[in-house]
């Protein structure tokens, strides 16, 4: 994928409008004297982005999205696929809700459920209250990530497996 010239950020992807997250990132900043980069309207328009960020990114392909997340610092996010490329690039992160949980379109659960199988529900961030900034100074275990990963594949394979055995190829 195409690689980023920028160095030394916190990359801050956000769908929902959590005011929580953004607060956290302008609080990292401060202690860390990073640029925030941020990819902002992405699911909807959230006004908090108009003035959120100091450098907004408009109009970039998938290549460039992964090579922010590889290339970054720290990533602050409320996206599963946020969550996702953070944890396959061994990042820095952190995880807010893009939805209270009493939303019926919350697809909050398929993030705990991912952090939960592989051992990473510290890296969630609940609500303001739990804004622990160190947090992004606890180095992340990745290489019992990575075992948990395998053994994740591994199950996905086996369900693939027995569930293609079972139709008829003709």
Do not use: W
């Not at 959590?18 to 309207?41: D, V």
């Not at 529900?121 to 275990?141: A, H, P």
């Amino acid at each position: 994928f195409e690689t980023t010239t920028e160095k030394n950020y916190i990359l801050c992807y956000f769908l929902g409008g959590n005011r929580a997250g953004r607060e956290y990132a302008e609080r990292l900043k401060e202690k860390t004297k990073m640029k925030i980069l941020t990819i902002p309207f992405m699911d909807e328009i959230n006004k908090i982005d108009f003035e959120f960020g100091d450098i907004q990114l408009f109009d970039i392909g998938p290549g460039e999205f992964l090579s922010y997340i590889y290339n970054a610092d720290y990533i602050i996010t409320d996206s599963f696929h946020g969550t996702v490329f953070s944890v396959l690039f061994k990042r820095q992160f952190v995880v807010f809700n893009r939805f209270a949980e009493s939303e019926k379109r919350s697809t909050n659960s398929r993030i705990d459920t991912l952090l939960e199988n592989l051992n990473l529900l510290s890296r969630r961030v609940t609500s303001s209250g739990e804004m622990d900034i160190e947090l992004m100074d606890r180095e992340i275990d990745y290489g019992s990530v990575s075992e948990l990963l395998k053994i994740q594949r591994e199950r996905s394979l086996d369900y693939l497996k027995k569930a293609l055995e079972t139709y008829d190829m003709v």
